[in-house]
T-cell receptor, first 117, second 113 residues
Framework: GAVVSQHPSRVICKSGTSVKIECRSLDFQATTMFWYRQFPKQSLMLMATSNEGSKATYEQGVEKDKFLINHASLTLSTLTVTSAHPEDSSFYICSAPLTARVVGKQFFGPGTRLTVL | GENVEQHPSTLSVQEGDSAVIKCTYSDSASNYFPWYKQELGKRPQLIIDIRSNVGEKKDQRIAVTLNKTAKHFSLHITETQPEDSAVYFC????????????FGQGTILTVHP
């Protein structure tokens, strides 16, 4: 099956620093990727849709200047949490559909646990 | 946008019993409904999915039913085992939120030996 990787798996940083998370589709091309955030004991909440070659689409309430998304290639999307604060500590997960033409199965990355001190 | 409600939030069963988790959705144009199992600190794993042109789908001990008219779908797990213990999420996609998954709140399933 299709594989999506994420790096790093865990990151601890100081308040005010920026953190970059990478999401890669290893054996397929993904023109679209999705970024989710999951707080402890809560559901996955979609943050933004990453589109290859164009600007990301952010969900209501998600600050685009704080969560920078770049989808520079068909296999890589990056999420940068700028000026991170303790309230940004969460589990960040990306996903990619096998094809953007038909709504269907998505493949999730293993997630990145961000802890901001 | 789409809104998905999931019940119950916790479910405790004895090994061998059946478990049923229910979800409702708001966007009548949604057409893809996956169910995920998530263990602590891990990625969601797809366990079964159903499209809007099908009313029921089964895979061994797991089945999903969909009622488009009422806009609800359910997960049925039979002969539960302790390893089925996890958090289960329903989701909906398609329609006006094309491609994006909207998740339910999750159900913590505990199967007691």
């Amino acid at each position: 099956g299709a594989v999506v990787s994420q790096h790093p798996s865990r990151v601890i940083c100081k308040s005010g620093t920026s953190v970059k998370i990478e999401c890669r589709s290893l054996d397929f091309q993904a023109t679209t990727m999705f970024w989710y955030r999951q707080f402890p004991k809560q559901s996955l909440m979609l943050m933004a849709t990453s589109n290859e070659g164009s600007k990301a689409t952010y969900e209501q309430g998600v600050e685009k200047d704080k969560f920078l998304i770049n989808h520079a290639s068909l296999t890589l999307s990056t999420l940068t949490v700028t000026s991170a604060h303790p309230e940004d500590s969460s589990f960040y997960i990306c996903s990619a559909p096998l094809t953007a033409r038909v709504v269907g199965k998505q493949f999730f990355g293993p997630g990145t646990r961000l802890t901001v001190l | 946008g789409e809104n998905v409600e999931q019940h119950p939030s916790t479910l405790s069963v004895q090994e061998g019993d059946s478990a049923v988790i229910k979800c409702t959705y708001s966007d009548s144009a949604s057409n893809y409904f996956p169910w995920y199992k998530q263990e602590l600190g891990k990625r969601p794993q797809l366990i079964i999915d159903i499209r809007s042109n099908v009313g029921e789908k089964k895979d061994q001990r797991i089945a999903v039913t969909l009622n488009k008219t009422a806009k609800h779908f359910s997960l049925h797990i039979t002969e539960t085992q302790p390893e089925d213990s996890a958090v289960y999420f329903c989701a909906a996609s398609g329609g006006t939120s094309y491609g994006k998954l909207t998740f339910g709140q999750g159900t913590i399933l505990t199967v007691h030996p």
